[in-house]
């Protein structure tokens, strides 16, 4: 699992990370998803996300389904570097 400079190893632990987050990320939006569900309002207080305050919960669900498929495209694009990596 040695390449030139450890190139192997680095893209294993940013897949393995990118995984987690996507994961993560995954969560959350089945979280957004069940307060849709519900009828339930996110109130959020941070500074820079007060915007999506005046948006409708539905709205922040889809925006959440396309942050996570950017997350899905990124992780599954590094898990094909380092199988690129494993097999060179």
Do not use: C
Not at 17 to 26: D, E, K, P
Not at 29 to 41: A, I, P, R
């Amino acid at each position: 699992m040695q390449k030139e400079n450890g190139d192997t190893e680095i893209a294993f632990l940013a897949a393995s990370a990118l995984w987690l987050v996507t994961i993560g990320t995954s969560w959350l939006s089945k979280l957004v998803f069940e307060m849709w569900q519900n009828g339930s309002s996110i109130e959020f207080v941070s500074r820079k996300a007060r915007i999506l305050n005046h948006f409708p919960t539905s709205f922040i669900f889809f925006l959440s389904l396309i942050v996570l498929a950017i997350m899905v495209f990124y992780a599954a694009k590094q898990t094909l570097k380092f199988v690129t990596y494993l097999r060179n």
